[in-house]
């Protein structure tokens, strides 16, 4: 068992190891490892401090692994549409899997010899000629999502071991990169990106937006994420303005993505059909949509994002222990599916704790599951809305907006 507050055991047993790649597949996870912490150490990665969930400390990804993992994922069927992750493990630490030194040569058979996709998280380390050639040898097979960041000066603040900005661009030109993300930090920052980047590669999806500082960013990078956000509706409308050919969303802080999405948290909400004496449970971004749209229609109890503290206020990252500390009198409380859906092999939320063990530790308390509230509408919901185009014109452009921001969170 990994023990608590996010220290990590050495596995020594090679069953338990498969036990813990075989989770990660269930997921559709691709689950290598460099055998360490990450050595990129990005200042705003939010893998920075993991304590908030369990992992294992797994050795480095050796060929007898790959041999167990792959063979493990060609034995399950191919579904439509489905991608295989390499880059976002569940149960493993985080990290760039770009710098494992078997990383290409695998990714080329995992295409070669099946017939599944894959989609590849990185800020572009991998080797941009032969990346570019698989991707034309294997077309459509490839989601590779570039964590571009920034290619200001502000860079060098974020991602001082990062590579360099000549190896990101040489990476953009051509076939590869579906996605490319990049954020406003300040004045010309995340415009100039996009214009650059577009000149480069025009069919690549620009993905923009302002990052959200956790508690454990440190003081210099948090002024800057919030710098960022200050900045982002300037930003956003010089690319607005800039008609680009490429496909535009936006990853705005949760708050505003509620607010572009009310009329289906509206409907969501009507649906659930909750009596006005029922508690249900929100973060504050949908507290301030039926606060403004559906007050006195049930009882909101908000609850704040404490375990990843910081900025965060959204329902989806809400933990068990963050509902536990706004427990008072309550009998019976509603709770929306989504925070219990970590993962596909049971209901726990993003913290690893099981829904079983936070419901034994209130016995006089009901919980009932609001199912029509799961992660595939919150998914579906943003990027249903997130064009840089819905922001600009749905939110900027919405008087509606300033009263929404307006509406105030309870103590």
């Keep these: 068992m990994p023990l608590k507050n996010g ?66 994922i060609k034995s399950l069927p191919t579904r439509e549409s489905e991608s295989w992750v390499l880059g976002g493990n569940e149960y493993m630490e985080w990290t760039d899997l770009a710098l494992h030194p078997k990383a290409m040569d695998w990714i080329e058979q995992f295409l070669d ?61 051509g076939p590869a990169v579906t996605s490319a993300n990049f954020y406003s930090l300040g004045p010309d920052s995340m415009s100039n990106d996009a214009k650059r980047i577009s000149k480069i590669n025009e069919k690549c999806l620009l993905w923009m937006g302002c990052l959200t500082p956790l508690k454990y960013i440190d003081g210099n990078t948090t002024k800057l994420m919030r710098q960022g956000k200050r900045f ?45 004496k029922d508690w249900i449970v929100m973060a504050g971004n949908v507290h301030r949509v039926l606060t403004l749209f559906r007050s006195g229609r049930a009882r909101f109890m908000y609850v704040p994002n404490d375990t990843l503290g910081g900025d965060s ?18 009998k ?13 092999n049971d209901e726990r939320d993003i913290s690893g704790r099981s ?11 009901r919980f009932k599951v609001l199912h029509k509230i799961n992660s595939d509408l919150s998914n579906k919901k943003l990027y249903e809305k997130g064009y840089l185009k819905n922001y600009v014109e749905g939110y900027l452009n919405n008087p509606l907006s300033k009263k929404y921001e307006n509406v105030a969170y309870p103590n």
């Design 7 to 72: 220290k990590r055991m050495s596995i020594k047993d090679k069953e338990f190891l498969h036990n813990i790649f075989r989770k990660e597949i269930k997921d559709r996870k691709i689950p290598l490892s460099l055998g360490k912490t990450c050595p990129v150490k990005c200042t705003f990665c939010y893998e920075m401090d993991h304590s908030y969930r369990d992992t294992f400390d797994t050795p480095l990804t050796t060929q007898e692994h790959w041999d167990f993992i792959f063979n493990e």
């Design 313 to 330: 206020d959204c329902t989806t990252l809400l933990t068990f222990d963050d509902i536990a500390k706004r427990i008072t009198n309550q």
């Design 355 to 365: 829904f079983d063990e936070f419901k034994n530790q209130f016995p006089n308390v």
């Design 232 to 276: 982002l509706p300037d930003e956003a409308r010089k690319i607005y303005d800039m008609d680009l050919p490429n496909v535009q969303m936006i990853h705005t802080e949760s708050d505003i993505t509620a607010f572009l999405n009310r009329n289906k948290i509206i409907k969501t909400f009507d649906a659930c059909e909750l009596e006005k």
């Design 113 to 173: 010899q099946t017939d599944k996709g894959i989609t590849v998280f990185s800020v572009g380390y991998f080797d941009p000629l032969r990346i570019n050639r698989l991707a034309d040898k294997y077309p459509g097979r490839i989601n590779f999502e570039l964590s571009v960041i920034s290619l200001s000066s502000y860079r060098q603040q974020l991602m001082p071991k990062g590579p360099s900005v000549d190896q990101v661009l040489e990476i953009l030109d």
């Design 332 to 344: 019976v409380i509603h709770l929306p599916r989504v925070i219990m859906e970590k993962s596909s």
